[in-house]
């Protein structure tokens, strides 16, 4: 059984991406692609339910098979350098194909030996694998719908939509091989095939700026990519063995310094973060998947399968130290961003910060902070990239100014978009619970725990900014739900489900999924630790959700007894104007001398504070000397 679901996960999407790219037409495509994410989440669910083992793929096929791959890969770098006259993408892709050569001859097996290539089925993996197949599918569902409009205003030299969902669908088995695999080749190998994937789908459109942030996108992950293939080539010169597992438990900290520094560009820490602001050129749908809630977590991931190599050590501080400095910068940036997947963009790299400096801090209780973080922020990023997208075609703008009066043009998204971001920063909802629990064991480390600390108060600006530009709007009678192809509507709603229903089974999915992994992880925690992680546990979630109750009890008897004879409309230094020919949601007043005036509302962005030329050159500085730091640390 477990054979067919592995099968189904990984190179199911990759057999089904296959059929897609030769898809006779639209009506076709969208069959396979449907049945594609469908196939891919029933495995993905299948796999939990059968619970965690070890398998083992024998035999003389699997390391040719790798060996293959791995020169297919490096070959394909080297010529995408060529072809996009990047020095430095081809010369990483050498660098690769020296060590792959000299992989083979150091390491050389005996002859009829071939070591077992092993996949791991945990809690950890099987919560990636949950991400990918549930949230990564509904998002290539979300994407029939968005590309059918999108193709009526994609440039002339745009790639065909063929091509564009074979990445699509082909990276969900890639990234679940990613997960799944024990071998460090094999993760490699998926590694590498997720950074290509990336950088095709990110210059899909084909226009400079796109080609721009993809070549932009290669270079940043090719580079991360040579530091795995060091890393991998160190552990077994150093080990004997390719096995993450053991590799943890030996502590060996030179490969993991390089491990840990392939996540950073994977997961766009500064200073690599350029690589994901790029991407946001990209169609939305690969927003969503790859730089928001699935392949960025390869990055997260990997550093949270090493952190317990970290022990108690200034290794570990430094990690931490690493992740909150990008925590901070990124949310300050965030504040004066006006372009709305800018604003998800650097938010994303806000929260993998904080999921890395969590990953340092190494204990049980950070640990846990970054588990709940992990889940909930793939759920609400990617909902909130969708409403982007949706909103976006609607309005024909990405721009947060220009999002005033939404909740009248588009109710029904204005109003998922919104609990979206109310997800990120208030109770019940998992986020602000991870954020507490990571503030809490950071009690003991003043410099992670300030930057955490100022790092929380940030996302809060922006998200509170940003909620009342799209929810204030003047008094309507009655409001039409917007038209939007089907399969938008249906992933938004059903993704706002969940976000629902996992705020009110919080605790719950604490207790049953989050703690025993921790438990399993931290075997010999302390008694402090552990009682601290079970005080959290025996919290009793239900005052808290008795408030919540009588408060929106309170706004529906508010509503259900408004009467639109109360509405008075604003001030504003002058009698109002009847008409507005700007449209619905302008108001107008009589002025000096008679004249017509038209007051206009704007957010507060403080670029010269927060902008990104004031922030971004010294933070990539500093970002740049913790790495230096970090890796002079291991120096004796």
Known sequence: MHGILLFALIAGPVLWASLVYFSP???VRSLLVTLAALMTAGAGVMLAINGK???????????????LLEYLIVFVIIGLGLRIKSLLVATFGLIQLAI?????????????????????????SIILVLIVSIIGSLIVIYAIGYMRKHEAHAPATSASTNRFFFYLVAFLGFMNGLVLVDDMKWLSIFWELTTLCSFFLIGHEGTEEAQKSARRALIINAFGGVAMSVGVFSCQYMTGHESLALLVQKAAFFPIALLCLATMTKSAQMPFQSWLLGAMVAPTPVSALLHSSTMVKAGSYLILRLAPS?????????????????????????ISQGNAKRVLAYSTIANLGLIVACAGLNTPIAFAAALMILCFHAVSKALLFLCVGTIEQEIGSRQIEDMGGLLYKMPLTTSIASLGMVSMVVPPFGMLIGKWMAIEAAVDKPMVLTLMVVGSALTIFFWAKWLGRISTTSYHPEYKIEKVFFSQSLVNIILII????????????YRIVVLPIVKGYYAGMSVHAAGMLTAIADFNEWPMYVVLGVALFAVLAAVLAFKPSSIRPPYMCGENAKESPEGAES?????????????????????????????????NTVAVLIIITLFGVLVK
């Open 25 to 27: 037409n639209r009506s």
């Open 498 to 509: 969940g976000i629902v229903l996992a705020a009110l089974c919080v605790w719950p999915i």
């Open 310 to 334: 970290f022990g108690d050590s200034t290794f570990g501080t430094m990690i931490a130290i690493a992740g909150g400095f990008t925590f901070v910068a990124a949310s300050a940036m965030a």
């Open 53 to 67: 083992m070890t398998w083992e793929l024998t035999g003389a096929l699997w390391p040719n098979l790798a060996m």
């Open 587 to 619: 108001y107008a007043f009589i002025g000096p001398m008679d004249t017509r005036t038209v007051a206009r509302v704007s957010s507060y962005y403080l670029s010269s504070i927060f902008g990104e030329e004031a922030i971004t050159k010294w933070a």
């Open 100 to 124: 792959i050569i000299a992989g083979s001859l150091v390491f050389k097996s005996p002859a009829g030996h071939h070591e077992a290539a092993k996949l791991i089925i945990d809690p950890l």
